[in-house]
């Protein structure tokens, strides 16, 4: 048997702060041409483990580290300064936070010099990485002028300058729009068929994913190992599993459970069967002719370009409207216009009838909520109960109500900062909600959440529609907005170019225009229809 | 100008404002403003509208620094010799004084100006490591915090409008509604640091002076000409205004 | 430098670029309150600007820290495009040996309330000697250059001393300085 390219053995990791340990006693091989996907619940020390393999820790771990891990061959810490991260590189997850420098050029000649590469090739070297990820164009521009699904390719990029023989990906579409996303996972199969690299990918949108991986490892929620196999096997033997611990199943796992089909599933939707029917609830539509919002004319421009033009668009009292579109095109500009964070450069828009800048600021904000993207912008005190109480006349029995429907009650005089990702979430959201607004403006509330959290936010947000909260929610989430979603609007650069229901939307609309794809459901009648034309 | 060395163009900038402070002939810095402002537009290729543009704020510094040293100055030793200045008639010395200090904070503008103006960040600070030994760890550690200002400053806005919808402004204080903003970025920004160190270790970087460059800098006996036409031009500018009293 | 952990630096110069962020907002207030009470306007909140040596110094506690930190927000003053220049460099080198000195005068093991005051009353009085010469104080009535003095070190001791501990405490609250020593002080009091 050949040697194995990495080998952990009894990994145990425990911070100082932590009573428990956040890895436990981890055993197993990575052999050359593995492509491995981690799959864990939020906290179980996936990051950790990047941290453990490309060797940070123990040096910069503030706890302890028992166990051996050894690359091709050697222990790890037998490694010079530096030299193990030329032979394992990592891609993290937030693009912005892993460059050090100003241009696409110097950030890949940084890698180069840390290897200590002579000046003199480092041209074709950069040259060779940037047309692996596709940015050869962009070579001598600013780095803050990419997008975020180009940032994460120059990540990429510096990183396969090392030449590393393992690479780790720490969720790397986690900050990423799918129509990004899937361009990624492209560019690395692209990688894939140009040289021979060994992948550990941590993610939780699995889907993405398939085409590439053939060997799948399961964390706990203790930071130990409970599966490492094919991922058709876990999914067979341990879905109950998975979704307790709020790990998502492939969409075409979730299609077959809700069909009720007997096992073996498949992985895909090309796979599943003929002649499942799937029950549409859709939402009941209100016809409360009473308008929430009003716009007529609304253009924001910026220096002399148009981001949004809106000529007309009316929100009636009690919608669930799904805002969609790529990232960039206008759907957060169109959001904060509505709710009067900006102002349009021209024409009107009014909210219960009342133009918005007649408005007195706070009598506004009495009535609309706003949900940012990520949670801690919003919070205002030190602790969790402070949050739900803060500027509000609520009852002390209220508060401990949506205490416990978002299941904080337990951390109420934690700060809001310590609390985990999806905590933080499920507290922005309640703090909006505990003053019954009638208009609730949500900015991907969902977006990387786990399966749990999402479960537990769309049901609140479900019960305040209930009682007749107007909501508008911005996400990529088309199995969400099939489930919830009266009304779609679809941006495209800067102009609504659909406002449907969504069963409509399916039908009609080529979603693909718009770096969108199709609920689940409705991708497997299209499959179905397909077939059928074919055959 | 560009092609300067940015270390030396930075020791000299700085020298020249040192030599300054001791200087306090108004003509003389006068007609070093006068060299610094043409050597920055000639030699630099920067757009006069640009130039005035960044040299407002400064000029507004300047003139208010006049008129509190005027209000402010120390008993003239001889107040009765008075001179008019504008509509008033003020003590000779003081408004000497006044003025040279004014002229003192402009020229130091224009110095600056020249100096960020005509140089690239990115090797400024490349240049420090190369030139003035600066540990790569400290520079490469500058850049990437850097890097976080437009970022930062974007998160700046979003925690206004954040705290707008929670209505944040209507029961608190100025000074909380600042701690307010301050804690979340800052808490914010010490999360990107860590990441990005940690990013930056990934790639292998230990911060030892033992690495190669893309990018080098060199000192040519041009960037030493520049450095004594520069401080010469001080010198010159000193005589030239004893001849004309 | 040596037990410099590459975190400490990007940390410092993060919190370089956030006090960055802080002057510029603050230079309108300072040609506001100059063109008001004359230059001992500036010295009311002079302290401000030390602000960063003392946060920086109290979270991370490792000797040099005030020093180097109010070094790299000089550094990145200029990279901002700054006012003064290269200068501010030499400037801001003054006043970060002004707050090391309070910090080195314990060996670096106290960070007592009072050592953070001291640290910003030092940095005022170097910075101020260092203005006396650039700045040109000596055409001022020399009463009126004492009572700057005097402003001038309330402020350091005021706004950057009792302030900068807020804040880092504020910090330190929100579990985002797990990773540093005053982090760490703050879960054991909190456990103890």
Redesign the interface.
């Known amino acids: 048997m050949k040697q194995p390219l990495l080998e952990v053995d009894q990994l145990t990791v425990t911070f ?2 932590e009573s428990c340990s956040t890895l436990t006693d981890l055993s197993f091989t990575i052999q050359q041409g593995d492509d491995i996907l981690l799959l864990g619940p939020s906290g179980s020390g996936k990051s950790t483990l990047t ?1 453990c393999l ?1 060797g ?1 820790y123990p040096k ?1 771990l ?1 706890g302890k580290m028992s166990g051996n891990i050894s690359f091709a061959g050697s222990n790890i810490e037998e490694f010079k ?3 193990i ?2 032979e394992v ?2 891609v ?1 997850q ?1 693009p ?8 696409v ?2 950030e890949i ?11 003199d090739l ?1 041209e074709s070297e950069i040259d060779r990485v940037l047309s692996l990820v596709g940015l050869q164009h962009r070579r001598k521009d600013q ?2 002028t990419l997008s975020g699904g180009q940032k994460q390719k120059l ?1 990429l990029a ?2 396969l300058a ?1 030449e590393p023989r393992l690479l780790i990906l720490d969720e790397p579409t986690a900050n990423l729009d799918p129509a990004a996303s899937k361009d990624l996972v492209k560019t690395i199969r692209h990688l894939k068929e140009q040289q021979d690299i060994t992948l550990f990918i941590i993610e939780h949108n699995i889907d993405y994913w398939l085409p590439i991986i053939n060997r799948t490892m399961l964390l706990d929620r203790d930071g130990s190992l409970f599966f490492d196999g094919d991922l058709r096997e876990a999914v067979n033997l341990y879905d109950e599993e998975m979704q307790q611990r709020g790990i998502w199943l492939p969409e075409a796992v979730l299609l077959a459970k809700q069909a009720q089909l007997a096992k073996p599933w498949p992985l895909t939707i090309d796979l599943l069967p003929h002649g499942l029917q799937f029950q549409t609830e859709a939402p009941e539509i209100k016809q409360t002719k009473k308008y929430i919002v009003h716009v007529e004319n609304a253009i924001f421009r910026n220096k002399d370009k148009v981001l949004l033009d809106i000529p007309a668009l009316d929100i009636q009292q009690g919608e669930l409207i799904a805002i969609t579109g790529k990232n960039g095109s206008g759907k957060t500009l169109l959001s ?1 216009l509505i ?1 009067g ?1 900006l102002k349009p450069t021209a024409g009107d828009i009014e909210f219960l009838g009342k133009k918005l800048r007649r408005w007195k ?2 009598e506004l ?2 009535q ?3 949900v ?1 993207q ?1 949670p ?5 005190t ?1 602790s969790v109960y402070g949050e739900l109480a ?2 509000q006349t609520v009852s002390e029995e209220e508060i401990q109500k949506s205490l416990e429907e978002i299941q904080l009650a337990d951390q109420a005089d934690k ?1 809001p ?2 609390l985990s990702q999806g905590q933080k979430r499920r507290l922005s959201v309640a ?2 909600l505990v003053q019954e607004p009638q208009l609730l403006v949500l900015d991907e509330p969902t977006f990387g959440q786990d399966s749990h959290t999402t479960e537990v936010l769309m049901d609140l947000i479900w019960r305040h529609h209930q009682r007749g909260c107007t909501i508008i929610m911005i996400t990529h989430d088309m199995d969400l907005v099939d489930r919830f979603a009266s009304r779609v609007l679809i941006v495209d650069q800067g102009r609504v170019v659909e406002d449907n229901y969504p069963a409509s939307i399916w039908k009609k609309t080529d979603l693909s225009d718009y770096g969108l794809s199709l609920p689940a459901k409705d991708a497997y009648y299209k499959r179905l229809q397909e077939d059928s034309l074919y055959a | 100008m560009h092609n300067i060395n940015p270390s030396i163009k930075a020791g000299t900038v700085t020298l020249a404002a040192i030599v300054i402070a001791f200087l306090f002939d108004p003509l003389a810095l006068l007609l070093y403003i006068g060299w610094t402002i043409a050597v920055t537009l000639l030699f630099g290729k920067v757009q006069i509208r640009k130039y005035l543009l960044y040299l407002l704020p400064f000029t507004l510094f300047a003139i208010g620094m006049l008129v509190s040293t005027l209000l402010f100055a120390k008993i003239p030793e001889n107040p009765s010799v008075t001179q008019q200045f504008l509509f008033w008639d003020l003590p000779r010395e003081t408004v000497q004084d006044a003025l040279a200090l004014a002229i003192r904070v402009f020229s130091y503008s224009t110095l600056s100006l020249l100096f960020v103006l005509t140089t690239d960040k990115v090797a400024f600070i490349l240049s420090l490591i190369q030139q003035c030994r600066v540990s790569p760890k400290l520079a490469y550690g500058i850049l990437a915090g850097y890097r976080f200002l437009p970022l930062l400053k974007d998160e700046l806005t979003t925690i206004r409008s954040a705290h707008l919808i929670r209505g944040a402004k209507t029961n608190t204080s100025k000074f909380s509604r600042y701690k307010q903003y301050t804690i979340p970025l800052l808490a914010s920004a010490i999360r990107k640091a860590e990441r990005t160190a940690i990013a930056m270790e990934s790639k292998g970087f230990t911060g030892e002076r033992d690495r190669t460059f893309y990018r080098t800098y060199h000192t040519s006996w041009i960037d030493w000409i520049f450095a004594a036409v520069m401080l010469g031009a001080i010198v010159l500018c000193i005589i030239v205004s004893k001849s004309f009293q | 430098m040596k037990s410099w952990r590459m975190k400490d630096i990007v940390v410092m110069a993060a919190l370089a670029v956030v006090f960055g962020i802080v002057y510029l907002l603050f230079l309108p207030v300072n040609v506001v309150m100059m063109g008001l009470i004359g230059p001992i306007g500036t010295d009311i909140i002079f302290g401000v600007w030390f602000l960063v040596s003392i946060v920086a110094a109290y979270i991370i506690q490792k000797p040099g820290v005030a020093l180097v930190s109010e070094t790299i927000a000089g550094i990145v003053e200029v990279l901002i495009g700054s006012s003064v220049g290269p200068i501010i460099i030499l400037s801001a080198i003054v006043q970060g040996l002004g707050a090391e000195a309070a910090f080195a005068i314990t060996r670096y093991r106290s960070y007592h309330v009072l050592v953070l005051m001291g640290a910003g009353v030092g940095a005022a009085i170097t910075s101020f000697i260092w203005g006396y010469f650039r700045g040109g104080f000596v055409a001022l009535d020399p009463s009126y250059v004492v009572l700057m003095l005097v402003v001038r070190i309330i402020s350091g001791a005021v706004i950057s001393g009792l302030i900068g501990k807020a804040i880092s405490e504020a910090l330190a609250k929100t579990g985002t300085l797990t990773s540093f020593p005053l982090g760490k002080t703050y879960r054991h009091r909190k456990a103890g």
């Not at chain 1, 000649?109 to 000046?119: D, M, R």
């Not at chain 1, 801690?376 to 205002?380: G, I, T, V, Y």
């Open positions: 100082e702060e941290y490309n940070l910069e503030d300064s530096g030299k991260n030329l590189g990592t993290f937030d912005e936070t892993q460059f050090c420098m100003l241009t050029e110097d000649a940084f890698g180069l010099e840390n290897k200590k590469i002579s000046p480092m780095i803050h990540a510096a990183v090392l904060r709710t964070l600021t706070n904000y009495q609309i909520g706003y940012f990520n801690e912008h919003q919070f205002l030190d803060f500027g700060h900062f310590t703090t909006m």
